[in-house]
C-alpha cells in the first residue's frame, strides 16, 4: 500500500523539486535563465506553484545557492577530521585536495559562486553568506586543532584568510592559471607555516 504522505511532507518534496531545478538551471544555463516559469516547468510543476513555495525569482535562487552552500560545508566538515598529528603539512593538504575536488567536479557551478560571492545585490551571493560564516567558524575550531593558540581576533583572522586561500585556488586551477598539484603543495605549505606561527614558541 502507497505511504500517504502528510501536506506538509509534500510541500517540503515539492519546494526540493524547485530548489532542484533551479541549481540545474544556474549550473547548465545561467542565472539569466532561470525565471520562475522555467524553474517552475523544470521541476514539472505549473507556474502558479512556484508562488505557492518562493515570493519570487531571488528567493528561490538564494534558497539554491544556499543548498549548494551546504553541501561544500558538508565536505569541508568532513574533510577537517581526521587529524595527523604526526603530518600537520598533510592534513592540511588533504582539506585542500577534498574542498578542491569538490569544486573541480562542478566548474561551472564553482564559477559561477566564485563570481557572485561579494554581491550584496546578489540572490546567490546572499544564499552562500551563512554558509561561508560557517565554514569560517569550523575553520576557527580546526586551527585549534591543529594545535595553534590564537586569540580569538587572530583565529577569525586566519579562518577569513584560509576560506580567501580555498577560493583563490579553486578559481585558480578552474581557470589554468595554476595546475592542480603545485597549486596544493603551495597553499598546504604556507597555511602549515602561518599556523606553526601561532604554535606556543617551544612547540614550533
Known amino acids: 500500500m502507497p505511504v500517504q504522505l502528510t ?10 523539486r524547485l530548489i532542484e ?8 544555463e545561467g542565472p539569466v535563465a532561470a525565471t520562475t516559469g522555467r524553474i517552475a516547468r523544470a521541476a514539472g510543476l505549473a507556474q502558479a506553484s512556484f508562488y505557492a513555495h ?5 528567493a528561490c535562487l538564494e534558497a539554491a545557492a544556499h543548498e549548494i552552500g551546504e553541501q561544500v560545508l558538508a565536505q569541508l566538515r568532513a574533510a577537517l577530521l581526521p587529524i595527523d598529528g604526526r603530518d600537520y ?7 585542500y585536495a577534498a ?22 545585490s546578489s540572490p546567490i551571493g546572499a544564499g552562500l553568506r ?4 560557517r565554514a569560517r567558524a569550523d ?3 580546526a586551527i585549534r586543532l591543529y594545535g595553534a593558540r590564537p586569540s580569538a581576533a587572530e583565529a577569525a583572522c586566519y579562518a577569513e584568510l584560509l576560506v580567501s586561500v580555498m577560493l583563490g585556488l579553486a578559481e585558480s586551477v578552474l581557470t589554468g592559471r595554476v595546475e592542480r598539484e603545485l597549486g596544493l603543495d603551495a597553499v598546504a605549505d604556507v597555511t602549515h607555516a602561518a599556523l606553526r606561527a601561532l604554535l606556543p614558541v617551544e612547540e614550533r
Do not use: P, Q, Y
Open 7 to 16: 501536506r506538509r511532507e509534500t510541500s517540503a518534496l515539492t519546494r526540493r
Open 21 to 28: 531545478a533551479a541549481i540545474e538551471l544556474l549550473r547548465n
Open 54 to 58: 518562493f515570493r519570487d525569482r531571488d
Open 89 to 95: 603539512r598533510g592534513s592540511i593538504r588533504r582539506v
Open 99 to 120: 574542498l578542491l575536488d569538490v569544486f573541480i567536479a562542478d566548474r561551472e557551478l564553482t564559477l559561477l559562486f566564485l563570481a557572485h560571492r561579494a554581491d550584496a
Open 130 to 133: 551563512g554558509s561561508l560564516a
Open 139 to 141: 575553520l576557527v575550531t
